[in-house]
């Protein structure tokens, strides 16, 4: 094992613009919502709303996050969404409306181009994290990046992969753990990897959501073990992260991508205040105040 060290100081960056913004500062642990897919346009608007009253009932900071296209589907027969063009505008008119900030993920340089002009949070897939020129245009365009760690990657492993964005004036980023890869159609989630990753310096967010997943596991279509998502995402807010992605949907049985790892949106609230309770009885010992006692 290579041991990790902190070779730059964690950075703090905000968002949005000034109405809708969120920072990610080590303070409050920021949560980045939403479904899997736009399945159609009242759909991703009602839960965009719903997603806005509750964060105002918790008081928390969330990002709405949504795709535009599942371009990594197990079948060609799945559903995958409605394309970049009509995605970005639904999602450039919630983020104005509710004022909340937008992510989605990008696959593309050509993508990125179209998606940077709207949405506040680039994504690159856990697939695609090694794509230099993928990588390198999401670092050009002005916007903050999270990088999904691949399943294949070790913690440290991601260090080339912020030079790269520090290459192109890139300093807004973060890193988003979404498990190993176990043997066959499982992943393993490893608490471990948010210190390393944080240790080397970096705004770490947990996926909750697809740590569970099962890729391929129905053959045709991934499966997963959605009941732990919560599990797994009170694990990594005691760990320390600085987020936590979930996945969420009315109904996730009826869901067109990924339903076996959504949350329900009923089941939500709870989860969301008892990661706060977590966050507030553990934040006195956080990664900060162990740096402090390293030093």
């Known amino acids: 094992m290579v041991k990790a060290k902190q070779s730059h100081p964690v950075s703090s960056f905000s968002i949005g613009d000034e109405v809708s913004s969120v920072c990610f500062d080590g303070d409050l642990p920021v949560f980045i919502l939403g479904p899997c897919v736009i399945e159609e346009e009242d759909f991703v608007w009602?839960?965009?709303?719903?997603?806005?009253?509750?964060?105002?009932?918790?008081?928390?900071?969330?990002?709405?996050?949504?795709?535009?296209?599942?371009?990594?589907?197990?079948?060609s027969d799945s559903f995958r969404g409605p394309g970049i063009k009509e995605g970005c505008r639904m999602l450039c008119e919630i983020s104005k409306e509710l004022k909340i900030p937008v992510t989605t993920d990008v696959h593309t340089v050509e993508e990125v181009e179209i998606a940077s002009e709207n949405i506040d949070l680039l994504q690159i897939p856990a697939f695609l994290c090694r794509q230099t020129d993928l990588i390198?245009?999401?670092?050009?365009?002005?916007?903050?990046?999270?990088?999904?760690k691949g399943q294949f990657?070790?913690?440290?492993?991601?260090?080339?992969?912020?030079n790269k964005l520090r290459s192109v004036g890139c300093d807004e980023f973060?890193?988003?753990?979404?498990?190993?890869?176990?043997?066959?159609?499982?992943?393993?989630?490893?608490?471990?990897?948010?210190?390393w990753m944080q240790?080397?310096?970096?705004r770490v967010v947990f996926d909750a959501t697809h740590s569970v997943q099962k890729p391929g596991g129905l053959g045709d279509k991934s499966s997963g073990d959605g009941y732990l998502a919560p599990v797994l995402a009170r694990a990594a807010v005691a760990t320390g992260c600085d987020g936590v992605f979930i996945e969420t949907h009315p109904n996730p049985d009826k869901?067109?991508?990924?339903?076996?790892?959504?949350?329900?949106?009923?089941?939500l609230s709870s989860v969301l205040k008892t990661l706060l309770a977590i966050h507030k009885i553990t934040s006195a010992g956080s990664y900060e105040k162990e740096k402090e006692n390293e030093g």
């Open 174 to 195: 973060l890193f988003t753990e979404r498990g190993t890869t176990f043997g066959y159609n499982n992943l393993v989630a490893d608490m471990r990897s948010l210190f």
């Open 46 to 75: 009602k839960l965009a709303r719903d997603l806005k009253s509750m964060s105002l009932e918790i008081g928390i900071s969330f990002i709405f996050k949504a795709s535009y296209d599942k371009a990594n589907r197990s079948s």
């Open 153 to 162: 990657l070790a913690p440290w492993d991601i260090t080339p992969i912020a």
């Open 255 to 267: 869901a067109m991508s990924d339903g076996p790892n959504q949350i329900p949106l009923s089941n």
């Open 199 to 202: 240790k080397e310096g970096y």
């Open 136 to 148: 390198n245009a999401a670092g050009r365009s002005g916007r903050p990046v999270n990088v999904k």
